[in-house]
């Protein structure tokens, strides 16, 4: 997932006070989306925010780090709660900081909630 989706999709996670879901994506993150993400902390996110990222910044300067899993199959279980919690204009806000590369894998996820299916065909066709 490129940077400023990533960066997005936490913004709204911090506005929401989805901080377990926040957490969730950040152990998904190579250290240097999480050095990326530092520099920008004090103006984007929220003091607990903030805090899970530093923490997690200094679970990734250990040799054997890596990130967990792909934070695309973390942004489709966030997409999908938010799809059914009616938060659709944070689902927009996201897809629109996606490149057309991750827009697609993201097309490709038999998971994805129909209608974010049908959200993501007009942000591919729009590029």
Sequence with gaps: ??????????????????YDRAESVLATCEMEQLRQLLIVSDRA???RLTYSLKKQ??????????????PLKALV???NTWCAEGRRSAVRCVLSEMQESDLAVLMQQA???REIYSMLREYIIRQ
């Design 111 to 113: 998971s994805l909630d």
């Design 45 to 47: 996110f929220s003091a």
């Design 57 to 70: 910044w200094q679970r990734s300067q250990d040799a054997a780090y890596k990130g967990r899993k792909s």
């Design 77 to 79: 279980i966030i997409l």
């Design 1 to 18: 997932m490129n940077q400023s989706a990533l960066l997005e999709t936490l913004i709204q996670l911090s506005n929401f006070r989805q």
